[in-house]
């Protein structure tokens, strides 16, 4: 094994493959720390604690998932549906650059993902371009989190 693989973040990153696939038993709840801080381009305010930004995570799935049928492709097709382009992991971080398509807006974006030695999410930003593509996902956050409030989790800030 060499020194690059032996970095947490590669098995983290796997995992986190798997669940975009629907391969991951347990989902989020297997990847995320039970203090993760999510980092939202639409709330000013970061969110603790892996209930909240589960909330967030599967609200962003709905959202960003773009226009074709299938939105958890770990590549990007051309097709309008979500896919990271650039993958960057060293240590205990990961920089995944997305692309997909919203409403046809075109929506660019970075997942900025920090690991434990263990291989849990300690902290996830999302980072989105152009100012068109944060104002849509603004709009489509926000009915999303609407539609899953029933199962949020108490204190959740929205």
């Known amino acids: 094994m060499t020194a690059a693989t032996a970095d947490p973040i590669h098995d983290c990153m796997d995992r986190w493959y798997r669940h975009l696939r629907g391969d991951l038993p347990g989902g989020l709840d297997t990847l995320l720390h039970d203090d993760v801080i999510f980092l939202s381009p639409i709330v000013f305010t ?40 650039k993958t960057i992991l060293q240590g205990h971080h990961a920089m995944l650059e997305f692309e997909t398509t919203v409403e046809g807006k075109y929506v660019n974006g970075v997942d ?33 989190l609407e539609r899953l409030a029933g199962a949020a989790p108490d204190g959740a800030q929205r």
Do not use: W
């Open 46 to 85: 970061p969110q603790v604690g892996k209930d909240i930004t589960t909330l967030y995570l599967t609200a962003a799935g709905g959202a960003l998932g773009g226009d074709a049928d299938t939105a958890t492709s770990a590549s990007a097709s051309g097709s309008g549906e979500f896919g990271y382009t």
């Open 112 to 144: 900025i993902i920090t690991c434990d030695d263990d291989g849990m999410i300690t902290e996830f930003k999302v980072m989105i371009r152009p100012l068109q593509a944060v104002n849509l996902v603004h709009a489509q956050m926000q009915a999303m």
